[in-house]
């Protein structure tokens, strides 16, 4: 499998449903496609929410690249306002701790890993992609891959920051949750 670089959406607006980038959001997201603009990607995925898309929308442009959406991609749980938002962060919290654990509405930590290492899979032959998603199913993926004791216990506190990269080279984590492009940014952690 090629190289591929994991995207964390950029800050997202802080509303139920399937919010879009704030100003801030979008500013990671291009410093984020200036960051990998010199890689010969061969294709640009994303979730199909839209702050997964609106952020791979940012590298596609930036490479002459279609962005190509795939449902495994979406996050483990997403807050849409039929529950109250307390409700959600504690079943989040829950599916941290118990991998098995399927919420109301949702995927469990073990099947959004499971999910997004099935689509790494497939992309075995393929050349370096780019897939814009989530920090939930990041860090499940992580969890799937590495086990639980290698995940840095930050990621499994506070999340993957808006705008990171991990790096997977054959579905070997070679660099996760880096920041250093977005030098001068905030970056926002939490579930989403």
Known sequence: MGIVYVVQH??????????????????QALLTAKRLRAVDFTGVYASPLRRA???AEALASLCGL???????????????????????????ERTNADRDFVP????????????????LTERETDGPIAVACHGGVTVDLLRTLL??????????????????????????PVAIAETGHLAGLATGHRPG
């Open 10 to 27: 950029g800050e997202k607006q802080r509303n139920p449903g399937d919010p879009g980038l704030t100003v801030l959001g979008r500013a």
């Open 53 to 55: 898309r609106e952020t």
């Open 66 to 92: 279609p962005v190509l959406v795939d449902e495994r991609l979406t996050e483990r749980m997403n807050w849409d306002g039929s529950v109250p938002f307390e409700r959600f962060a504690g079943d989040w």
């Open 104 to 119: 109301a509405v949702g995927d469990s930590s073990r099947a959004a890993g499971e999910r997004f290492r099935e689509f």
């Open 147 to 172: 086990g639980d004791e290698a995940v840095p216990e930050a990621l499994l506190r506070e999340g993957v920051p808006s705008g990171a990269i991990t790096t997977i080279d054959g579905l070997r």
